[in-house]
């Protein structure tokens, strides 16, 4: 099993998590997740707005596809990787998409700024969760929407779940920097009652919370455990610090894990419901 360029197609140039990233979860997660985003929230032309977290820019340029030209749209992310390729991808358009480098948290923007902020799967990363909720409130103008998609609970997903079981030990034992909750992070904002509570804390008013299901469809599934975790180093870089002790971690997690995965075997991908909540609240 091999890390770096032959573990996922590049999209600008070959190897980089942040580009298997985008090439990787983009068609199989992220991408059919924005939809989903955009039909529970459809901005309307002309809207204003700022997409925390954006990471590679999936839903940024859904985003700005649906405001049109002459509406500002601007990504923040805190990973510079993930923004390289974002700026990459972006399409032409007028005023330029914009990119900045930054913490949720602690936005270098002015208030109401905005009219519409969103951000889909990053505030369960963040550290501080009600600071950026409160920032989001922050930047918005009066009367504007936050959209923020989270996952539900790891009790919703049983694959990740067994991946997680079987990761759990062998992290220390290969020696990764990486602990089990930054493995389970994605997961770790599943309840409900806490996720509303953000919102209201923060000022939010009128806060809805939905749930919404895709199946992710992921590629190559003979590869799939290398190019899964590969790709997760872009949220955590820290995972891939020492190649020989990753890719014996990798060869390790796809054996203990071969049987559960074969479960999601659709043909020539690997199908895995994932579900979600997506918080409509407004300011």
Do not use: K
């Amino acid at each position: 099993m091999t890390t770096g360029p032959d573990l996922a197609p590049a999209t600008t140039s070959p190897g980089s998590p942040a580009e298997a990233y985008e090439a990787y979860y983009g068609p199989a997660i992220f991408g059919p997740l924005s939809e989903v985003t955009l039909a529970t929230w459809q901005p309307p032309a002309g809207t204003s707005v700022l997409d925390v977290a954006c990471g590679t820019g999936i839903l940024t340029r859904r985003l700005a596809e649906a405001v049109g030209d002459g509406a500002p749209v601007v990504g923040v992310d805190l990973n510079p990787a993930m923004l390289e390729v974002a700026r990459a991808l972006a399409p032409p358009r007028d005023p330029p998409l914009r990119w900045l480098e930054g913490d949720g948290a602690a936005l270098t923007l002015p208030d109401h700024a905005f009219d519409a902020v969103t951000c889909q799967q990053g505030l369960q990363f963040f550290p501080d969760r009600a600071g950026g909720v409160r920032e989001m409130r922050r930047v918005l103008r009066p009367g504007g929407t936050a959209t923020v998609v989270v996952w539900q609970g790891i009790d919703h997903h049983p694959l990740f779940a067994a991946l997680a079981d079987v990761e759990a030990p062998l992290l220390a034992s290969y020696g990764l920097p990486t602990t089990v909750d930054e493995v389970l992070a994605p997961f770790s904002l599943g309840d409900e009652g806490g996720l509303t509570g953000l919102f209201e804390d923060a000022g939010f008013d009128d806060v809805e919370v939905t749930e919404a299901s895709i199946v992710a469809r992921f590629p190559d599934p003979d590869r799939f455990v290398a190019r899964l975790e590969y790709a997760y180093a872009a949220v955590v870089p820290a995972f891939i610090e020492d190649p020989a002790a990753f890719e014996a971690y990798l060869e390790a997690v796809d054996a203990g894990t071969a049987d559960v995965v074969a479960r999601y075997r659709d043909g020539d991908h690997v199908a895995v419901p994932m579900h979600t909540r997506i918080v409509v609240a407004h300011a």
